[in-house]
């Protein structure tokens, strides 16, 4: 059975940092690109990062790039989004998700972990 | 970036009823579409694929059609636990992959 487990949201100040993990098993972590997708309260879903499986591609939405980084360890079938510079529009519930490489859909998802950004 | 609309925002629906939900993208996709199903307090779960294929364990009752610019998902009987919110995605084009802002199948 496929998991992904999110963890390391929490409450942190604007301008502060933040580091997420996800925790894979249930399938060849190190053959698969994962993702980091955002939800807002009460609002859509939001591509955030992505990395190949072996981390050679790391693209980035925008709204994140040069303050988010995306690496993954294959040994430990982890990925991780730090996050620095946050600000308030950051508040969201982050999912990582794994796809096929290439063109393909995010075929299974964690359940979220929420980082909320406020003084 | 290819922006993706869904239509309607809401839809109220009885159970045994059909739902039909849209997605418009603002380029071609071709078929690299997907749908998902969001409950509250859960992450998505894909229901369909390259879209018109159903992802693993969906069941037939769900159904995905379309091509190009214009995407359809239809549930042919509502049961209870389909009441949820339903997001399309495409994924030619990425990154950035994008999602339509979702529609909320509600209990009539």
């Known amino acids: 059975e496929v998991q992904l487990l999110e963890s390391g949201g929490g409450l942190v100040q604007p301008g502060g940092s933040l580091r997420l993990s996800c925790a894979a098993s249930?399938?060849?972590?190190?053959?698969?690109?994962m993702s980091w997708v955002r939800q807002a309260p009460g609002k859509g879903l939001e591509w955030v990062s992505g990395?190949?499986?072996?981390?050679?591609?790391?693209p980035y939405a925008d709204s994140v790039k040069g303050r988010f980084t995306i690496s993954r360890d294959n040994s430990k079938n982890t990925v991780y989004l730090q996050m620095n510079s946050l600000r308030a529009e950051d508040t969201a519930i982050y999912y990582c998700?794994?796809?096929?490489?290439?063109?393909?859909?995010?075929?299974?998802w964690g359940q979220g972990t929420l980082v909320t950004v406020s003084s | 970036e290819i922006v993706m609309t869904q239509s309607p925002a809401t839809l109220s629906v009885s159970p045994g009823e059909r739902a039909t939900l849209s997605c418009r993208a603002s380029?071609?996709?071709?078929?690299?579409l997907a749908w998902y199903q969001q409950k509250p307090g859960q992450g998505p779960r894909l229901l369909i694929y390259?879209?018109?294929a159903r992802a693993t364990g969906i069941p037939a009752r769900f159904s995905g059609s379309g091509s190009g610019t214009e995407f359809t998902l239809t549930i042919s009987s509502l049961q209870s636990e389909d009441f949820a919110v339903y997001f399309c995605?495409?994924?030619?084009?990425?990154?950035?992959?994008?999602f339509g802002q979702g529609t909320k199948v509600e209990l009539k």
């Open positions: 998700a794994k796809k096929e490489s290439g063109a393909a859909p995010f075929d299974y």
């Open positions: 249930g399938f060849t972590f190190s053959n698969s690109a």
């Open positions: 990395i190949s499986s072996g981390s050679s591609d790391t």
């Open positions: 380029h071609s996709v071709n078929s690299n």
């Open positions: 390259g879209a018109s």
């Open positions: 995605q495409q994924y030619k084009n990425w990154p950035p992959s994008t």
